[in-house]
């Protein structure tokens, strides 16, 4: 055990780059009962490759149903078969470390089913990710462009703009023109509803984001305007009539306008890449991070952070890391798909690419309980990554300590604008406060 080394990792407020956590009001007002907080997540995917029932999980995880016994039944044979993947490991922590549980039987789920009801309070969501989980912060796709302050925690939940729907070349004229006042009717009005959309949630912003990977490929080109107006002006007027090529047009427009708007803004764009959630439907050649090579080259000052290790194109994701300044790899999510290979790429990482280029730890999941597993898996498996480093006298423990806490936190405070985003979050939502602390801030020159 190095022990300097693992109270480091267990201890560094961890920046947390990629979540889609509900509100507070959500997580209060709806959120889980213990089975649908234990199996609601990844994990309900691989139970149904194991061979439960579809409508057997979909059964376990209805919190109308108070037969908690009845419910973990059907899923009980599966849960065996899984327990021991990546998400399986991640339910097993969440078990023991939200709800005491060491094995998951009907005895110990009746037993702790009070605690859901004692988490889910005001405030309790925050303590958790914060105390339990000790995140500096979390970075949050919930799934559309607008990023309001959060008063749940104006400095702490920190908000991507969703740019998917583009990507898909899914152009949707009155959202637009809601959000912006202006309507879009050709190529020229999109690029200013574009730009008016960035200008407005931007500087609140802490990325833009797409997960366009799960609607189309990534491969990506550079399109003539002339052909993006043919594409999106049949999508608009005639989409009956669009095909997959006309949308594929669009959304490489729209990717390289985000590319664009993303340097304006100095905001990051997240990309995923690799890996689909849920089961049955990922086409495995549409996700290599590879695909998007040209859009790098493209955009040298763009800086991009591909997600989720490319997995399983882990080799080619480490060559593009290598080889692109303008890539970032964020092993958000790559912990619980495949730990095992997460601790071998680190540890390749390592030894290939920049270090200042690797983030270390996102969730992407919906409920704080859920990120108390994840995180603790990621600190778990990066402490066993860094500690077979040393002991095969790759690196000493401080060299280790300083490798864990670029991953953990630096590395997050180099690349996203956390000073600037918190302060233009704190003016957004408080304008009167802001003041008060600038014109105190004014005064500190003369009294040094
Ligand atoms: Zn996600």
Redesign the pocket.
């Given at each position: 055990m190095y022990r300097e080394l693992k109270h480091v990792i267990d201890t560094t407020p961890m920046c947390d780059t990629?979540?889609?956590l509900w509100s507070e009001e959500t997580w209060i007002r709806d959120g889980p009962d213990i089975l649908q907080d234990l199996f609601d997540n990844y994990i309900k995917a691989d139970l149904v490759v194991a061979g439960a029932a579809p409508e057997a999980v979909e059964r376990a995880l209805d919190g109308r149903d108070p037969d908690l016994a009845g419910r973990f039944r059907g899923i009980e044979k599966a849960w065996q078969m899984v327990r021991h993947t990546g998400y399986g490991e991640a339910v097993s922590a969440l078990a023991r470390l939200v709800y005491g549980i060491e094995e998951i039987t009907m005895e110990a789920l009746e037993a702790a089913r009070h605690r859901t009801l004692e988490l889910r309070r005001p405030g309790e969501r925050l303590r958790l990710l914060k105390e339990v989980a000790r995140l500096d912060h979390v970075q949050i796709?919930n799934f559309c462009w607008p990023c309001h302050p959060d008063p749940s925690g104006f400095d702490f939940f920190l908000y991507d703009i969703h740019w998917s729907n583009f990507v898909w070349g899914e152009i949707d004229p009155q959202a637009l023109e809601q959000e912006t006042g202006l309507r879009v009717s050709d190529l020229a009005s999109l690029e200013s509803a574009l730009e008016a959309l960035v200008a407005k949630y931007g500087p609140v912003a802490i990325a833009l984001k797409t997960?366009h990977a799960y609607g189309r490929t990534l491969a990506w080109e550079a399109r003539p305007p002339v052909d993006v107006s043919r594409a999106l002006a049949v999508i608009l007027a005639h989409p009956e009539n669009a095909t997959e090529a006309d949308y594929l047009t669009v959304g490489d427009w729209c990717l390289a306008k985000g590319a664009e708007l993303a340097i304006q803004y100095k905001l990051p764009i997240k990309i995923?890449t690799g890996y689909y959630?849920g089961y049955g439907q990922m086409p495995v050649e549409w996700i290599r991070p590879g695909h998007l090579t040209a859009l790098f080259r493209a955009y040298p000052q763009c800086r991009f952070v591909l997600?989720h290790m490319g997995y399983p194109y882990t080799g080619e994701l480490l060559a593009v890391a290598k080889h692109y300044p303008n890539v970032w790899v964020d092993l958000?999510?790559a912990w619980s798909i495949d730990p095992r290979s997460t601790v071998e790429f680190v540890r390749r990482f390592l030894h290939t690419a920049p270090s200042n280029k690797l983030l270390g730890f996102?969730g992407?999941t919906f409920w704080p309980t859920s990120v108390v597993a994840y995180a603790h898996q990621a600190r778990a498996r990066l402490y066993q990554a860094l500690a077979e480093e040393i002991r095969e006298g790759e690196l000493t423990e401080k060299q280790a300590i300083a490798v864990a806490t670029r991953w953990l936190r630096e590395n997050q405070y180099e690349l996203f604008d956390l000073h600037g985003t918190r302060e233009a979050i704190q003016k957004a939502a408080r304008p009167d406060a802001v003041k008060k602390t600038s014109r105190r801030r004014a005064f500190l020159p003369d009294l040094a």
């Open positions: 990629h979540e889609h796709d997960n995923h959630a997600m958000c999510w996102g992407d």
